[in-house]
């Protein structure tokens, strides 16, 4: 009995221990991201990414003792503040989106609202849609029809950044079916809404394999998130292989023509 107690007592204090030490490092570090402003210099932000990057790594590998739920809310809400940031991730970009959600669902990966922000913020802002959907692919290795609830959803993301993104129609085709099989599960308005929608796009995708259009609308989205230089070079290069043309207007906002003849 003894032993039981003393076992129930060490291990919630060793997990304080750790989450204490761990954000002990990082919130400092991550205090001078979100009070960084227009007079830090970049080399100064890049170190900060850099340090932070570490951090993130060491969270990776930071055994939770079960508490992995905790771990992966306490990540999540870093990511938060991290992605907030507007004025510095102007300059630095988003390139930790990523590396935010390896961690985040390596502790929890029936994280469901984790996916969306990852998609959004990893294909759309960091330009980085192969990242997002292998963390996609790795996540869903875990999940099944009904845990968690609704799980669908993922497939659907996973389905549109390869459609959009990567303009992979045969894999987004397959991601949309899965989805639609899933939805199938349920018997409420919004998974039967989500499985006819899923099935349709599939059927679209069948008969419409070419996406250029669609890639280019993505693409420009990216574009017009005021993204750092990087990610904005990304977007144009892959508007411009997809037969778009991206014209700069004098007062810095960019204007897209579409190629005359896609699918």
């Given at each position: 009995?003894?032993?039981?107690?003393?076992?129930?007592?060490?291990?919630?204090?060793?997990?304080c221990l750790?989450?204490?030490?761990?954000?002990?490092?990082?919130?400092?570090?991550?205090?001078?991201?979100?009070?960084s402003n227009k007079t830090a210099s970049l080399a100064t932000l890049e170190q900060e990414i850099n340090s932070e990057k570490l951090r993130l790594n060491v969270l990776k590998k930071l055994p939770?003792?079960?508490?992995?739920?905790?771990?992966?809310?306490?990540?999540?809400?870093?990511?938060?503040q991290y992605f907030g940031d507007d004025e510095v991730r102007a300059r630095t970009g988003y390139s930790l989106s990523p590396e935010y959600f390896?961690?985040?669902?390596?502790?929890?990966?029936y994280f469901l609202a984790a996916y969306?922000?990852?998609?959004?913020?990893?294909?759309?802002?960091a330009a980085m849609p192969e990242r997002s959907i292998s963390l996609m692919?790795?996540?869903?290795?875990?999940?099944?029809?009904?845990?968690?609830?609704?799980?669908?959803y993922v497939w659907r993301y996973k389905g549109i950044d390869e459609l959009?993104?990567?303009?992979?129609?045969?894999?987004a085709r397959q991601s949309f079916i899965t989805a639609a099989t899933w939805a199938n599960n349920y018997s409420d308005n919004e998974s039967k809404q989500v499985a006819f929608l899923s099935q349709k796009t599939a059927e679209f995708i069948q008969h419409n394999p070419d996406s250029r259009i669609a890639q280019i609308a993505a693409w420009t989205m990216v574009l017009n998130n005021?993204?750092?230089?990087?990610?904005?070079?990304?977007?144009?290069?892959?508007?411009?292989?997809?037969g778009g043309i991206v014209v700069s207007n004098p007062d810095g906002t960019t204007k897209i023509k579409f190629p005359t003849k896609a699918g």
């Open positions: 009995m003894f032993a039981l107690s003393r076992q129930t007592l060490t291990i919630p204090f060793i997990i750790c989450i204490f030490g761990i954000g002990s490092l990082q919130f400092p570090r991550m205090q001078t991201l979100i009070n939770s003792f079960g508490y992995d739920n905790l771990m992966a809310n306490w990540i999540y809400l870093n990511f938060i390896e961690v985040i669902l390596s502790h929890d990966p969306l922000s990852l998609s959004t913020s990893t294909s759309m802002y692919e790795k996540g869903l290795k875990s999940l099944s029809p009904l845990i968690p609830k609704k799980s669908y959009l993104f990567l303009g992979n129609s045969t894999a005021k993204v750092d230089s990087k990610t904005q070079k990304r977007a144009i290069s892959a508007i411009e292989a997809l």
